[in-house]
């Protein structure tokens, strides 16, 4: 790990033609290692193929969104052969502990800012998107991790949990969705952030999950984390259609998401992570859970 981290710095100190004053490593995302550097540049290493690919996407996607969007978004500075790098985006991440400290008049800016900003991406061209490399539900992935739920996670849970688990999956592919740009790991906690002063938000990032899929793919984690009431304040400034039907599909995907997780968990060798998920599956779908 050592070694591999010094090659990064290599890289990164050849693009910015001086050795780095200071370091931070953030190893935690599954498909991209991101080197901090300087407190002002942020370098972006993709861990395998198919994050390789998203990247791809991002190089093609991004210049032509930023004339859209209302936020701050990564600009890319630097770009080598396995990595990018970008001026950081400064501010403090939109979290749940973060939100309730808030007043609630920089909690309507806020609220307006993601809708506008959702607005303009859920509103990109899909025909300039596919041709930009973006697929259609990251190539299928829900679909492969349905067939590896049924054979390799649903035998682990006990009869009832795997009836609730496999009808609540037949549920979700039976929705009728809306096609549309999504960021697609819209999680303010990681992904978005609020100015210093705390007035408003500084900036979205982290676009490796683009895809087109349904709008509601970006809506998950503004209620979970924020609340009904708020999610209808973002709605007030969200230009798609905002019913009942969509809150649905928010709620169905956050039930349905450690059934995903889990075989994903389980064919990339998460141990722990696909442990704590079957778990909680049991827990929510079994004897003991609502289903």
């Known amino acids: 790990m050592i070694a591999d981290i010094q090659d990064k710095l290599n890289k990164i100190t050849a693009v910015l033609r001086q050795s780095p004053e200071t370091v931070k490593v953030h190893n935690g995302g599954d498909d991209f290692l991101v080197v901090e550097v300087n407190r002002a540049w942020m370098f972006r290493f ?11 996407c991002e190089m093609a996607f ?6 859209r969007s209302p936020l701050p978004i990564p600009r890319y500075t ?3 052969e396995d990595f990018v790098g970008y001026r950081k985006i400064e501010g403090l991440p939109l979290t749940r502990s ?3 400290t ?9 609220a307006r800012q993601i809708g506008e900003f959702l607005s303009a991406l859920h509103t990109f061209p899909l025909d300039q998107a596919r041709a930009m490399g ?6 299928g992935w829900r679909e492969k991790a349905y067939q590896s739920f049924r054979a390799n996670v649903a035998p682990l849970l006990s009869i009832q949990a795997r009836t609730n688990a496999l009808a609540c999956l037949e549920e979700f592919f039976a929705l009728q969705w809306e096609r549309v740009v999504v960021h697609g790991d819209f999680y303010p906690a990681d992904h978005v952030f609020v100015d210093d002063e705390r007035l408003g938000l500084s900036g979205v990032i982290d676009f490796g999950d683009l895809t087109i899929e349904d709008a509601a793919a970006d809506f998950t ?7 009904v009431g708020f999610l209808q304040d973002v709605w007030a400034h969200y230009s798609g259609a905002t019913d009942a039907s969509l809150l649905h599909r928010i709620r169905m995907r956050i039930k349905a998401r450690p059934l995903f997780d889990a075989p994903y968990a389980l064919d990339y060798g998460f141990e722990e992570r696909f442990k704590r998920r079957l778990l909680e ?9 609502s289903g």
Do not use: K
């Open 281 to 289: 599956i049991e827990a929510a779908f079994g004897p003991t859970g």
């Open 221 to 227: 984690s503004v209620l979970e984390d924020f609340g």
């Open 62 to 67: 991004l210049p032509e969104f930023a004339s």
């Open 102 to 110: 808030l007043d609630d008049e920089t909690r309507r800016v806020i």
């Open 134 to 139: 973006l697929t259609e539900g990251w190539g």
């Open 46 to 56: 993709p861990r395998h193929e198919s994050a390789r690919q998203a990247l791809l």
């Open 78 to 80: 630097f770009v080598g």
């Open 98 to 100: 973060l939100f309730e």
